[in-house]
Nanobody, 128 residues
């Protein structure tokens, strides 16, 4: 059973913005510690984009999106957002959210491929 549901993808022009949502409300409180956003484009490996630790909202980003993307959460509703500004054609990909139980570092866990639950993804296309 899929416990994560992404939404908010679409097509925008370069420089535009999108806000993705990841609904994790099917989890019980305390069941997950980390939520991450990942992306994969055709012919490329999946890469971690941003992660957030639910307990303290500690966030981390890959270098190429630092300053343009912001991960945040509505803690009671168990929704995690990815605000994407100044989008570039190279941001085009299927975006997935994923969850992990406790981890000392949500981002290092993402780089290590330790996230275990995945949504089905939402497509983001940046093109003029």
């Amino acid at each position: 059973q899929v416990h994560l549901l992404e939404s908010g993808g679409g097509s925008v022009q370069p420089g535009g913005s999108l806000k993705l949502s990841c609904n994790a409300s099917m989890y019980t409180e305390g069941e997950i510690a980390c939520i991450g956003w990942f992306r994969q484009s055709p012919g490329k490996e999946r890469e971690a984009v941003a992660t957030l630790k639910r307990g303290n909202s500690n966030d981390n980003y890959r270098d190429s999106v630092e300053g343009r993307f912001t991960i945040s959460q509505d803690y009671p509703k168990k929704i995690v957002y990815l605000q994407m500004n100044d989008l570039r054609p190279e941001d085009t990909a299927m975006y997935y959210c994923a969850a992990k139980p406790w981890s000392a570092s949500c981002f290092f866990a993402a780089l290590a491929g330790e996230y275990v639950d995945w949504g089905r993804g939402t497509q983001v296309t940046v093109s003029s």
